[in-house]
């Protein structure tokens, strides 16, 4: 079988007799069987290790494909020899009589194998810049990601428990998902904010210090405010997640609130069996703008106003029956 003639190392034991590949046109480089110095594997095409004696030959094999790495040569046995023992040792194949036509044959095979290799070293060559720089980004967005949490966390400060006659329960969102519910007292009135934000990113802690800071700050009503944040959040998506929250103004000494929610189920009050229902329907925070309305009631001795539903962030707020 005709093929365009190739450089083969041969390595064999001294005084070994083998075929003349020259006379068939290849180049022959010639090493000794476990000779020391290294191969300079440059300009050749195949190897053929002689298998005698079988143990040098195996050793030798090992060795040739510890020294290759990542590279690829054919190595071929020369014949008669054991298949299983050469392909085991890491030979490619091994060559039959007449040996010219079968090293043909095999260093076509050869060549399409190595050029297989060499592209895709090529193409991992290529990507592991991208791969180092993707795992450089990967680690700072989590590190980021750990800062903001940590600051998040700093800076709670969840509602009470009680506040003048009034109960307050509030059931958060766990994992994937990150959840603020927090509180500021401006004498007998109790501010809230409860939010909850997609995932647990920098994008969501950010998100949801940004709705912290604006819903416990100002003078605005409730859907006023939520309005405020909402278009920050609008006009930044590349910073900021849509989010759903609630802001509740509760007067500790009347019973009387305001409250305003985006994109979480209608908030109700609840006194026995009775449930009134507070129709909101409005939008996710950060979708696109939009007027959140603020809702005026009043709680009652005995009545209880519950603000999102499980498994979202979930506020109770629970009025005592006077004595």
């Not at 720089?133 to 990601?145: C, E, F, H, P, T």
């Not at 994937?176 to 501010?191: C, F, K, M, Q, Y």
């Not at 920098?202 to 405010?225: F, N």
Request: charged share 25%.
């Amino acid at each position: 079988m005709a093929t365009e003639p190739k450089t083969i190392l041969l390595v064999r034991r001294p005084g070994a007799s083998v075929p003349d590949f020259a006379a068939s046109g290849h180049l022959v480089i010639e090493r000794d069987l476990a000779a020391v110095p290294a191969v300079d594997f440059d300009g050749i095409d195949a190897i053929i290790v002689t298998p005698d004696p079988a143990d040098a030959a195996l050793a030798e094999t090992r060795r040739l494909r510890v020294d290759l790495g990542d590279q690829y040569r054919p190595i071929y046995w020369l014949g008669p020899a054991d298949l299983a023992t050469a392909c085991a040792a890491g030979a490619d194949a091994v060559l039959a009589e007449p040996f010219a036509d079968s090293l043909a044959a095999f260093i076509v095979a050869g060549q399409r194998t190595r050029a297989l290799v060499d592209g895709l070293r090529s193409r991992a060559a290529q990507v592991e810049p991208l791969a180092e720089q993707l795992a450089k980004g990967r680690a700072a967005r989590i590190a980021d990601a750990e800062f903001a949490r940590a600051a998040l966390r700093l800076a709670d400060s969840p509602a009470p428990e009680q506040f003048d006659v009034f109960h307050i329960a509030i059931a958060r969102t766990e994992e994937p998902d990150t959840t603020i519910a927090d509180a500021v007292s401006i004498g007998h009135t109790l501010r809230i904010v409860a939010a909850t934000v997609p995932g647990r990113t920098l994008a969501s802690s950010l998100t949801a210090m940004l709705i912290r800071q604006h819903a416990l700050a100002g003078s605005e009503s409730p859907g006023e405010r939520l309005r405020r944040i909402n278009r920050v959040l609008a006009e930044r998506p590349t910073e900021f997640l849509p989010a759903a929250a609630a802001i509740l103004e509760l007067d500790g000494t009347s019973g009387e609130f305001r409250l305003a929610q985006a994109g979480l189920p209608d908030s109700a009050i609840v006194c026995g069996n009775a449930t009134e229902s507070l129709a909101f329907g409005e939008a996710r925070l950060g979708i696109f703008d939009s007027v959140y309305a603020t809702r005026n009631n009043r709680l009652a001795p005995g009545e209880s106003l519950r603000v999102g539903a499980p498994p979202a962030l979930a506020v109770e707020v629970r009025r005592d029956h006077l004595p």
